[in-house]
């Protein structure tokens, strides 16, 4: 515009046309068409020179025709309707190109329709510049492309999902492979990627993905329990992006791009052969990529991250989440309720039997809770169809039959005459399977209450002296009144033979 001011101003001085070309090293056709336009503008070339140069610019070009046209005031009416009508499943610019033929008579080629369509899609989707504050949000999501790793022992490839997060104020960025996109590995990538950073940002702004929310809405969406409490733990919040939007975490979209050219590219040609080892080699590019310098900036991502962001996250808690799984049983007869998962019983105290009780169960830990009061607490077992019982959840009389042992037995013999523990440790010696002498000795334990101590002291010794070692023996002993009548001591007689010595040998 500076050279055109210039053709004016030599005309004004009164230069012919020749000299301002020669002047200007320009052609003497190009002096005249600048001249001739400005007079057909009727406006004085004292006016253009006192123009700033776009006004100028504009003035001499004032744009392209075609929007003057009859047939693009036609297509304009349409174009909002043309735009919903391309998001339709099937629905492509060539069939709306040819839908709009039959309704206009002169109607515009298919590149110029297309040009138009695209000029309106672009200028109803302007975008805007966020200012972030520093430990504000965390933009998580999953990578579209998948990772892989060779089992040794199979051979097969197995593909892997890609967690990527960023802090939008820093651009700092963490990414791991984890298994699949399932609730329990989406909650440990989250928890592993706030260890890396070393604090909690104030909300997390995960995807629409069923891992985060149940059920999307742009205004109050449902959140997964297990995220809400994950958030709860280390004092949080989630904010999810609304469906569809993906300008509302575009910076982790724009971090998923990078993450493809920066760790895919440079991982293609190596192989590994578990995750562990994946996650390493990743772990090491990500690290590259949050050293290297941004462009247009004199810092990189990690330097941003340590001078203005890290000290403003709130600390991370004391213990490692885990998940909570939530359920509600009816306490059975047995006194224990089936957790459907483990395919394993734990108990709960008696006086719950046919009640509701609410089960929270993580990783390591199952509580049962009737009304809001802890009533049981378990270690979690895998065990399927194994039961785990507390003695005090028990009656009386379930504790009692659970304590029964060998041992059990001769302590409460141990408390009863000699002769019965004797009696009880030659049954025991028996060999016969200990269950079986349980309730022999249930019985034998109830004579003793029911029969004179001295009676019953006898039967015992009798019993021993015969090796006869049942409750019904003893039983027939007190019965028959055995016990009244005096045995004869049994006088055993030495052998006569040769090898005796008398008194004489000890003289």
């Given at each position: 515009?500076?050279?055109?001011?210039?053709?004016?101003?030599?005309?004004?001085?009164?230069?012919?046309?020749?000299?301002?070309?020669?002047?200007?090293?320009?052609?003497?056709?190009?002096?005249?068409?600048?001249?001739?336009?400005?007079?057909?503008?009727?406006?004085?070339?004292?006016?253009?020179?006192?123009?700033?140069?776009?006004?100028?610019?504009?003035?001499?070009?004032?744009?392209?025709?075609?929007?003057?046209?009859?047939?693009?005031?036609?297509?304009?009416?349409?174009?909002?309707?043309?735009?919903?009508?391309?998001?339709?499943?099937?629905?492509?610019?060539?069939?709306?190109?040819?839908?709009?033929?039959?309704?206009?008579?002169?109607?515009?080629s298919y590149g110029q329709f297309c040009w138009h369509l695209q000029q309106y899609l672009r200028s109803g989707k302007p975008s805007m510049v966020l200012n972030h504050k520093p430990g504000d949000k965390l933009y998580v999501d999953f990578a579209g492309?998948?990772?892989?790793?060779?089992?040794?022992?199979?051979?097969?490839?197995?593909?892997?999902?890609?967690?990527?997060?960023?802090?939008?104020?820093?651009?700092?960025?963490?990414?791991?492979?984890?298994?699949?996109?399932?609730?329990?590995?989406?909650?440990?990538?989250?928890?592993?990627?706030?260890?890396?950073?070393?604090?909690?940002?104030?909300?997390?702004?995960?995807?629409?993905?069923?891992?985060?929310?149940?059920?999307?809405?742009?205004?109050?969406?449902?959140?997964?329990?297990?995220?809400?409490?994950?958030?709860?733990?280390?004092?949080?919040?989630?904010?999810?992006?609304?469906?569809?939007?993906?300008?509302?975490?575009?910076?982790?979209?724009?971090?998923?791009?990078?993450?493809?050219?920066?760790?895919?590219?440079?991982?293609?040609?190596?192989?590994?052969?578990?995750?562990?080892?994946?996650?390493?080699?990743?772990?090491?590019?990500?690290r590259e990529h949050n050293q290297t310098r941004m462009q247009q900036k004199d810092y990189c991502r990690e330097e941003k991250f340590l001078a203005d962001e890290k000290h403003t996250l709130q600390p991370l808690p004391e213990t490692p989440f885990e998940?909570?799984?939530?359920?509600?049983?009816?306490?059975?007869?047995?006194?224990?309720?089936?957790?459907?998962?483990?395919?394993?019983?734990?108990?709960?105290p008696y006086t719950y039997i046919g009640m509701k009780v609410k089960v929270i169960y993580t990783r390591s830990l199952v509580r049962i809770y009737h009304k809001g009061k802890l009533i049981a607490n378990h270690p979690r077992n895998h065990k399927k169809?194994?039961?785990?019982?507390?003695?005090?959840?028990?009656?009386?009389?379930?504790?009692?039959?659970?304590?029964?042992?060998?041992?059990?037995?001769?302590?409460?013999?141990?408390?009863?005459?000699?002769?019965?523990?004797?009696?009880?440790?030659?049954?025991?010696?028996?060999?016969?399977?200990?269950?079986?002498?349980?309730?022999?000795?249930?019985?034998?334990?109830?004579?003793?209450?029911?029969?004179?101590?001295?009676?019953?002291?006898?039967?015992?010794?009798?019993?021993?002296?015969?090796?006869?070692?049942?409750?019904?023996?003893?039983?027939?002993?007190?019965?028959?009144?055995?016990?009244?009548?005096?045995?004869?001591?049994?006088?055993?007689?030495?052998?006569?033979?040769?090898?005796?010595?008398?008194?004489?040998?000890?003289?």
């Open positions: 515009m500076s050279q055109v001011k210039q053709i004016f101003l030599m005309h004004i001085q009164g230069a012919g046309n020749k000299s301002i070309a020669k002047a200007l090293s320009i052609s003497k056709n190009t002096v005249k068409a600048y001249i001739r336009k400005a007079k057909a503008l009727d406006i004085p070339m004292e006016a253009f020179l006192a123009m700033e140069d776009p006004v100028l610019e504009q003035k001499l070009w004032p744009g392209n025709p075609a929007y003057k046209d009859g047939r693009y005031e036609h297509l304009k009416k349409h174009l909002n309707y043309y735009s919903k009508e391309l998001q339709k499943v099937g629905v492509t610019r060539q069939l709306l190109w040819e839908e709009y033929k039959t309704t206009n008579p002169h109607p515009y492309k998948l990772l892989s790793y060779i089992d040794r022992e199979t051979s097969e490839e197995i593909k892997v999902q890609v967690f990527v997060a960023c802090l939008p104020y820093s651009d700092y960025c963490f990414a791991l492979a984890v298994p699949s996109q399932k609730l329990e590995d989406f909650i440990y990538a989250l928890g592993c990627c706030l260890q890396d950073l070393g604090g909690v940002p104030q909300t997390l702004v995960p995807d629409n993905l069923k891992s985060a929310v149940i059920k999307a809405n742009p205004y109050e969406p449902e959140l997964n329990r297990a995220l809400e409490d994950f958030a709860n733990h280390y004092g949080t919040s989630v904010t999810p992006a609304r469906p569809r939007k993906p300008q509302d975490k575009s910076l982790v979209e724009n971090q998923v791009k990078l993450i493809y050219n920066r760790v895919y590219a440079k991982l293609r040609k190596l192989t590994f052969f578990d995750l562990a080892s994946l996650n390493k080699a990743i772990a090491g590019k990500v998940i909570k799984y939530y359920r509600e049983h009816k306490v059975a007869k047995n006194n224990h309720i089936y957790l459907g998962m483990d395919k394993h019983y734990y108990s709960v169809g194994g039961y785990t019982t507390r003695k005090e959840h028990l009656c009386s009389h379930h504790q009692y039959y659970k304590e029964r042992s060998p041992t059990y037995y001769l302590q409460r013999g141990y408390n009863h005459p000699e002769e019965l523990y004797r009696y009880m440790e030659a049954l025991f010696k028996q060999d016969k399977y200990p269950e079986q002498l349980y309730k022999t000795c249930d019985g034998i334990l109830n004579l003793s209450r029911k029969t004179n101590r001295e009676s019953f002291i006898k039967a015992c010794s009798m019993a021993l002296d015969h090796r006869q070692y049942s409750y019904r023996f003893l039983k027939q002993i007190l019965e028959n009144r055995m016990t009244d009548y005096q045995e004869e001591p049994v006088v055993k007689f030495l052998p006569t033979h040769g090898n005796i010595r008398g008194a004489s040998s000890y003289k």
